[in-house]
């Protein structure tokens, strides 16, 4: 399985503390990688969890909120492995709030996050390739709300649709340096993203009834997914989102 194997890598990944993010830590671990964890908080979890696998943790500790903590992000990576050759965009926040009532403040917070942010670390992690002549990889983690309107989370809804155009645009530039930039779109994933739906029963239901699979998701599930797009399997994949959604979009 050499096409998938990532020994040597150096795999930056944001929201590494919880949910998706961290299960893709541990997966990009068990393929080889060494892990820089991006997160606002402590990974204790997720570096207990990467060196139970046999892998090797770096923790850089950032507020994505703002684009002013990007460089220490790319020279975190290089300073703990020398390198920084994939990336995945993983964190992201969402608000709940009826269109009509959404204030620019809270809009800002959800926009910095999820597309503000997504395009600069990718831009400075490109740069730093580019720079380097080293083929890299980035992956966009996506949303069904980048197909979909979705309901009472607008921002969320536009972040996440921007950020699969630039999956689009970002290919088209950097494909000629080596850089891959692929995206994935899980479905409805039990993390603490989707904790208030989760415990409304009857829209945890409604979105059940729906899913072809009939079971929602759980973060070990995109990590297949996570390892192809990372890896040399992937290495003709360029500008395109993959939904892992459990059949959702084909409904
Ligand atoms: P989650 O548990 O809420 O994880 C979100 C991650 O983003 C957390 O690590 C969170 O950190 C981090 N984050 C948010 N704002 C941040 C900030 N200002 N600075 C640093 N980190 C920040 O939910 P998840 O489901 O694993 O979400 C991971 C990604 O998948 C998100 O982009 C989400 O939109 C996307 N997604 C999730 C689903 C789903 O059904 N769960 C479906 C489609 C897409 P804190 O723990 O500190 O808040």
Known sequence: MKLFDLTGKTAIITGANTGLGQAICVAYAEAGANIVGVARRDCEETKALVEKVGGKFAEVRADLSSTSVINSIIEGAVNAFGSADILVNNAGMIL???????????????????????????????????????????????????????????????????????????????????????????????????????????????????????RWGKPEDLMGAAIFLASDASNYVNGFTIAVDGGWLAR
């Open 96 to 214: 709940r709030c009826d269109a009509i009532d959404v204030t620019e403040e809270d809009w800002m917070k959800v926009i910095n996050v999820n597309e503000n942010v997504v395009f600069f670390l990718s831009q400075a992690f490109a740069k730093y390739n580019i720079l380097n002549k080293r083929p890299a990889k980035i992956i966009n983690i996506c949303s069904m709300l980048s197909y979909q309107g979705g309901i009472r989370v607008p921002a969320y809804t536009a972040s996440k649709s921007a950020i699969l155009g630039l999956t689009r645009a970002l290919c088209n530039e950097w494909a000629q340096y080596g850089i891959n930039v692929n995206g994935i779109a899980p479905g409805y994933m039990e993390t603490n993203n989707t904790k208030q739906i989760q415990e409304d029963k009857d829209r945890y239901e409604a979105i059940l009834e729906r899913i072809p699979q009939a």
